[in-house]
């Protein structure tokens, strides 16, 4: 069956634009985002599926922009929710899962002695920053500028496009350089000598660190006297367990940690060395951090969704089954893109775990056209693909091989598109998808 209807969503979708900015609560939720014939607002998911409000079901390989790790309504852990909402979720003192959790975590992560929880990946990228900031007594702050996003605060948002609202002259306190070139690092520490508080960056996105980048820069890090701080919101519990670092035998100072690491609920949290952490605290005589103070930050079935997370991902062992699903995929879709010819134009990279897709047109460059037809020719055949895989253990073979037929038929429209004087245009209903960070819409 072909989906092609969307009358609720595209009707959702004019009601949330007159009261929600931009509809959604992630710009990368936004219909923006989306094929014009594309679902806009899911309804329900449970395992490795979705339904959209018209009824649509789809093979879900986007899992809530990954912070689904193990399944969407997966039982066990929305039991154990369950059972902590019963006993209420917030409280005029501390709870004692905060305790639990927190040790349940930092033995996990050895290289961390203290955790301090939050709601959002923001939140804490935000408070390492500020961390590094005053435990340096430096205002710089470093960040990778290949990698997609870090926070919508002023710290990383001044340097993009769409950065109203920010007062002039923030942006000249944040810095950048680029994956795997160590040198635009070194640059940066003479450019600004004594003066950079931090470098944050992931451990890695969909390029591997090359000729020992991370430990360079980790060593760069501390001849300058700089808070080393790798963001781990999207890799923990998914390129490696704990964490991407640990694959890639790095630890960091401060590392951050959300989405994959309680299914989907909202716990996120900032880990390092307890000498910098401490500042946060209140028992020590030097000058007071406020670092991360929030009412709902350590809400209590959100910390159970973490614990249970935790004990899930390493009885299953889900990274490595991922692994096993990631690495069939980047077999099958080699050999398909070869058996079309689409090598010039379609491109499989990254780790097995996350691999992404790359579109490009007749010219062989990068193109939002092409991507958005082959969402829009994926979704038609059943499949929500938003360029990278995120598979959990709840994807089976049989979400695989629907996938693969998928991409064949989707495949023919791409060369028919290739082929066309119109090129994508012929055949993509609707605008292509828009860049996130853009000055104007
Ligand atoms: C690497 C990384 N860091 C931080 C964030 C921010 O997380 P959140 O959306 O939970 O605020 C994201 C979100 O996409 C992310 O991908």
Redesign the pocket.
């Known amino acids: 069956m072909t989906i092609t209807k969307f009358e609720k969503s595209d009707m959702l979708c004019k009601r949330a634009q007159e009261v929600i900015p931009g509809g959604a609560h992630?710009y990368?939720k936004g219909a923006d985002q989306s094929p014009k014939l594309g679902p806009k607002f899911i309804d329900y998911g449970k395992g490795s599926h979705v339904w959209d409000v018209d009824g649509n079901e789809y093979v879900d390989w986007a899992m809530g922009?990954?912070a689904v790790s193990l399944g969407h309504a997966y039982e066990p852990i929305i039991n154990a929710v369950n059972r902590e909402l019963l006993r209420g979720v917030n409280f005029q003192c501390p709870s004692p899962i905060e305790v639990e959790l927190a040790e349940l975590f930092l033995q996990e992560v050895p290289s961390a002695e203290m955790v301090k929880f939050a709601k959002?990946?923001?939140?804490v990228?935000t408070a390492a920053v500020k961390l590094a900031r005053a435990y340096t007594g430096k205002n710089h702050v470093a960040f990778c500028s290949d990698?997609?996003?870090?926070?919508?605060d002023d710290w990383y948002i001044s340097k993009k496009p769409n950065n109203s609202g920010i007062p002039e002259g923030i942006d000249k306190l944040s810095l950048t350089f680029k994956y795997n070139d160590i040198s635009s690092v070194e640059k940066i520490f003479d450019q600004y000598p004594n003066q950079i508080a931090c470098v944050i960056l992931?451990p890695m996105e969909f390029d591997f660190p090359e000729d020992n980048f991370l430990c360079k820069v980790k060593e760069l890090c501390r001849k300058n006297g700089t808070v080393f701080i790798l963001?781990e919101?999207?890799t923990g519990f998914r390129l490696g367990y704990p964490g991407a670092h640990k694959m890639l035998n790095v630890d960091a100072d401060l590392t951050?940690w959300?989405?994959g690491i309680a299914n989907g609920f909202s716990c996120?949290l900032l880990a390092g060395k307890k000498e910098i952490m401490e500042l946060g605290g209140i028992n020590h005589n030097k000058k007071r951090v406020f670092l991360i103070s929030t009412t709902h930050g350590a809400e209590t079935h959100a910390l159970r969704a973490a614990i249970e997370t935790i004990k899930i991902t390493k009885q299953e062992n889900s990274v490595a089954r991922n692994k096993e699903m990631g690495t069939k995929i980047i077999n099958e879709m080699k050999k398909l893109i070869e058996a079309n010819g689409l090598n010039d134009h379609v491109e499989i990279k990254g780790h097995p775990c996350w691999p992404l897709m790359l579109f490009k047109d007749e010219n062989k460059n990068l193109s939002d056209g092409y991507k958005t037809l082959l969402y829009q020719e994926m979704i038609k055949r059943g499949i929500l693909f938003r360029g990278t895989f995120v598979s959990t253990i709840s994807h089976d073979v049989l979400d695989l091989e629907k996938t693969l037929d998928a991409f064949s038929g989707s495949f023919d429209i791409y060369k028919k598109a290739l082929n066309d004087k119109n090129g994508y245009k012929s055949f993509l209903v609707g605008d292509p998808v828009k860049p996130v960070f853009r000055e104007w819409n």
């Open positions: 992630t990368t922009l990954t959002n990946g923001s939140t990228t990698h997609g996003f870090f926070s919508y992931e963001d919101m999207i951050t959300g989405k996120c």
